[in-house]
């Protein structure tokens, strides 16, 4: 992040509206590379709107850690302002990028609760502290992590395994531990 102006707060209407606006955006370094074009632009079209609408964020899917530590440095160079960039990786950056940690959905940790709850939360604390680890050694500064949801609706096929459970306490419990791992 080295492009950081000291008055972007007193940009233009039109650049200060951008700061607020995270794109999605492809983890690849190529466009031929991309999973969901529909969804994802291209790199001359990320870079346009990086360049001219001063965006606030990207929120990457798809590549490897390796790729994805090349793409994030890409990005901010890209960037007028230094980047949000996110990623939801609540089961580790191997969750969304190959070549990294990627642990068990939180619903494991749900369930190790209900018979230790210390346990689970010391899992929840590592597994905080690995994935903020991991993340920011690629670039990723913004975690989009813990889904702290409760589970009420198991059909739910959005939150289901990604949430700590059905439990309030117990997600609220392990939801902190996360949190405390991931400041470390």
Sequence with gaps: MTNLSSNWTEGTLKQQLGQMVVVRASGYLFDHQISYPTWEPSNAQLRHWLETLNLGGVILLGGSAAELMLRTQQLQK???NPLLIAADIEEGVGQRFSGATWFPPPMALGEIAKQDLSQAKEYATQMGVI???EALAIGINWVL???VDVNNNPQNPVINVR???DDPKIVSELAKAFLEGAKT
């Design 78 to 80: 890209w960037s007028k």
């Design 131 to 133: 994935i903020a680890q």
């Design 145 to 147: 992590a813990p889904v």
């Design 163 to 165: 949430s700590f459970g």
